[in-house]
């Protein structure tokens, strides 16, 4: 079974510092992942995906995230936050022939300024 | 390139009444579809997936039902609301294969019930 786990649900950095958001899957067979990110009152947008050409993934607005699967990880971060990227982030995991998608809960990103 | 539309993006409706929301994909053939409900401050809840026309696979049991007449419409619908259906309701697609698809996301419906 699939699932994930997003460590804070509300993290807060100032304007400059470094965005660091945690994501944990369980999975019994390498999963492929995928970091959104949803403004209030919009969908969901992707941001990056892993799907097992490169462990280190770089997606839009400046995000990137690692693959690791010692740690079962794939935190999402970016060098210099942005009052722009303060939103919801959501990571997921799909099975290998899955048709369903697995999110966690979300964690609420504030930006200081 | 593919889209998703989705409408209404706000309802307002009251108990007892009935609900359709609708959601139609475009630029794609054959797309899983999903039904996801987000209530506030929360994260997703799969509500439908569907992997095909007139195939719908429920997650939760509830007041609500899906339905897929058309190879990317997709349909949202209660007979009678209840206030627990308050929520922010949305619309996805995926591709077909392997999972290295991700899914795609429509702008979402505001639903209150009063």
């Known amino acids: 079974a699939q699932s994930v786990t997003q460590l804070g649900s509300h993290v807060s950095v100032s304007e400059g510092a470094l965005v660091l958001l945690r994501c944990n899957y369980s999975s019994s067979v390498p999963p492929y992942l995928f970091w959104y990110v949803q403004y209030p009152n919009q969908g969901l947008q992707l941001l990056l995906k892993?799907?097992?050409?490169?462990?280190l993934v770089k997606g839009i607005n400046g995000f990137e995230a690692e693959f690791k699967k010692s740690e079962t990880s794939f935190h999402l971060t970016k060098p210099s936050a942005h009052m722009s990227d303060a939103a919801e982030y959501f990571c997921?995991?799909?099975?290998?022939?899955?048709?369903?998608?697995?999110f966690g809960t979300g964690t609420s990103l504030t930006v200081i300024p | 390139s593919q889209t998703i539309h989705q409408w209404p993006a706000t309802l307002v409706q009251p108990v007892g009444s009935p609900l359709s929301l609708e959601c139609t994909v475009e630029g794609t053939s054959n797309p899983n579809l999903y039904w996801y409900r987000q209530a506030a401050g929360r994260g997703l809840q799969l509500l439908f997936y569907s992997v095909g026309i007139g195939q719908i696979s429920s997650e939760v049991p509830q007041n609500l039902s899906a339905s897929r007449p058309q190879d990317r419409q997709f349909i949202l619908s209660s007979k009678k609301l209840l206030l627990s259906d308050s929520g922010f309701y949305l619309c996805a697609w995926s591709g077909r294969g392997l999972g290295n698809q991700p899914q795609h996301f429509g702008d979402g419906t505001r639903l209150s019930i009063l």
């Open positions: 892993y799907t097992s050409a490169a462990t």
């Open positions: 997921a995991v799909r099975a290998f022939y899955g048709n369903q998608f697995y």
